[in-house]
């Protein structure tokens, strides 16, 4: 499969957004068959199922999904589990993903994932590289973090 270039994430056309409780969620498309979904503010129990039914929203229309958590400031248990339904809903759904984790998220996650399970990224770059490429949805060997 060729790997297109994609547009800057701020030039790529926003296609929706939703505050919901302490969170604002951000959709843009960076091709026909990838968004990156930015997540701002707290994700705990009162919001993360809407994360999740935000996230797969438009997922019979993508092959690529990239949750930028970077803005997270709070990151609770209820949004591990949602990471974790997201994951294998996904793999479903043969959509391949990944997360840009803030310091908070990725507290947890040294706590919740210490196998290194979730698909987790340093960069927007990184993660399209490795989301366009041929790597398989569902990483059965964690790698280390």
Do not use: K
């Not at 996230?55 to 591990?80: K, N, P």
């Not at 759904?93 to 908070?104: K, N, V």
């Not at 979730?118 to 280390?144: C, I, N, T, Y």
């Amino acid at each position: 499969m060729p790997v297109s270039r994609t547009p800057p994430i701020d030039s790529a056309p926003l296609v929706e957004s939703h505050d919901c409780h302490t969170a604002h969620f951000a959709t843009r498309r960076l091709q026909a068959d990838t968004a990156i979904i930015t997540v701002q503010g707290q994700i705990d129990a009162a919001n993360a199922q809407d994360l999740i039914d935000y996230a797969l929203r438009h997922a019979t229309e993508l092959d690529c999904l990239l949750i930028d958590l970077s803005g997270v400031d709070f990151f609770g248990t209820a949004g591990f589990s949602a990471l974790h339904t997201l994951n294998v809903r996904t793999a479903g759904e043969e959509i391949g993903w990944a997360m840009l984790p803030s310091p908070a998220v990725s507290r947890l996650l040294r706590i919740c994932d210490p196998d290194a399970a979730l698909p987790v990224s340093d960069s927007v770059e990184a993660a399209l590289s490795a989301l366009q490429g041929d790597r398989p949805l569902l990483q059965l060997v964690p790698e280390p973090r």
